[in-house]
Nanobody, 118 residues
């Protein structure tokens, strides 16, 4: 019922910035929260940042101070701006949506790869 498509990934240099975007569509008004997650090969998926419908944000300790999540209500997008990229930031990045009355993220994009070189 909600579709999400990520963009903006690629090869970046350590220390540099990166902006990821996620376009969502479908039953927009059902969305309570949007989030960015990442998963490196052989590792568990981890939360990067989330933003709720009331504007409250949450960040993983690993990116706190280096990342900003924002929602563009005009374009129906959720963005993740990161700076001071580190090699350990290398992962597939996924955006996801949680609907009202749900305690989990049930809708996911296909992901976009971010590779950070030293």
């Amino acid at each position: 019922q909600v579709q999400l498509v990520e963009s903006g990934g690629g090869l970046v240099q350590a220390g540099g910035p990166l902006r990821l975007s996620c376009k969502f569509s479908g039953k927009i008004f059902d969305i309570n929260a949007l989030g960015w997650f990442r998963q490196a090969p052989g590792k568990q998926r981890e939360l990067v940042a989330t933003i709720r419908s009331d504007g409250i944000t949450n960040y993983a300790d690993s990116v706190k101070g280096r990342a900003i999540i924002s929602r563009d209500h005009v374009r129906n997008m959720v963005n993740l701006q990161m700076n001071s990229l580190k090699p350990e930031d290398t992962a597939g990045y996924y955006c996801a949506a949680a609907i009202y009355n749900s305690d989990s993220y049930d809708y996911w994009g296909q992901g976009t790869q971010v590779t950070v070189s030293k």
